[in-house]
T-cell receptor, first 116, second 115 residues
Framework: AQKVTQAQTEISVVEKEDVTLDCVYE???????LFWYKQPPSGELVFLIR??????QNEISGRYSWNFQKSTSSFNFTITASQVVDSAVYFC?????????????FGQGTRLTINP | EAQVTQNPRYLITVTGKKLTVTCSQN?????MSWYRQDPGLGLRQIYY???????DKGDVPEGYKVSRKEKRNFPLILESPSPNQTSLYFC??????????????FGPGTRLTVL
């Protein structure tokens, strides 16, 4: 099966705490891409990061960082010093080959609430 | 401005009344797709199109139709909507197939309620 699991349905933390959102994936492809999207309360989907399967370097962008580990099939997302504006639903996604085309398979999403 | 637009953004309708949700992109993208988002299930692909007149089923196509007569437009048609199609719908486009190195650009979403 090719799927993405975000086991944390909801997370609630106090502002300035660090928080990690877990993402575990399954795929039979040797080349694949992983993505994170943010969905704020307004509802749109905001692209955060793309990572290909050959690049296991961790990535940092401001308060955001991503830890990709092929050995555990995980692509976790950490927000450092969280802020109220980080409150959103976060989706992890995996690109898979299906019926001759590629598509995105999304995890269930993690609803993150940052309390002031 | 590069964008994907969807209309309407909100729609409340009744069972059996045919409706169309429009999707248009101005980036000359070949690949377009429709997703629905439901609580606890994430986004699931309904249909996709790799180019004009080329469409195929995604994971949850039952009850939906699409067409791709022009590159920029990819309408989603519900011929006889039912309450289980109440959902948040997203249209997306990309230069090539979704995933890979091709970033998908998502529309703002259409919240559909079928009574």
């Amino acid at each position: 099966a090719q799927k993405v699991t975000q086991a944390q349905t909801e997370i609630s933390v106090v502002e300035k705490e660090d928080v990690t959102l877990d993402c575990v994936y399954e795929t039979r492809d040797t080349t694949y891409y992983l993505f994170w999207y943010k969905q704020p309360p307004s509802g749109e989907l905001v692209f955060l990061i793309r990572r290909n399967s050959f690049d296991e370097q961790n990535e940092i962008s401001g308060r955001y960082s991503w830890n990709f580990q092929k050995s555990t099939s995980s692509f976790n997302f950490t927000i450092t010093a969280s802020q109220v504006v980080d409150s959103a639903v976060y989706f992890c996604a995996l690109s898979v080959k299906s019926q001759g085309a590629q598509k995105l398979v999304f995890g269930q999403g993690t609803r993150l609430t940052i309390n002031p | 401005e590069a964008q994907v637009t969807q209309n309407p953004r909100y729609l409340i309708t009744v069972t059996g009344k045919k409706l169309t949700v429009t999707c248009s992109q101005n980036m000359n993208h070949e690949y377009m797709s429709w997703y629905r988002q439901d609580p606890g299930l994430g986004l699931r692909q309904i249909y996709y199109s790799m180019n004009v007149e080329v469409t195929d089923k995604g994971d949850v196509p039952e009850g939906y139709k699409v067409s791709r007569k022009e590159k920029r437009n990819f309408p989603l048609i519900l011929e006889s909507p039912s309450p289980n199609q109440t959902s948040l719908y997203f249209c997306a486009s990309s230069l090539g197939p979704a995933g890979g190195y091709n970033e998908q650009f998502f529309g703002p979403g259409t919240r559909l309620t079928v009574l």
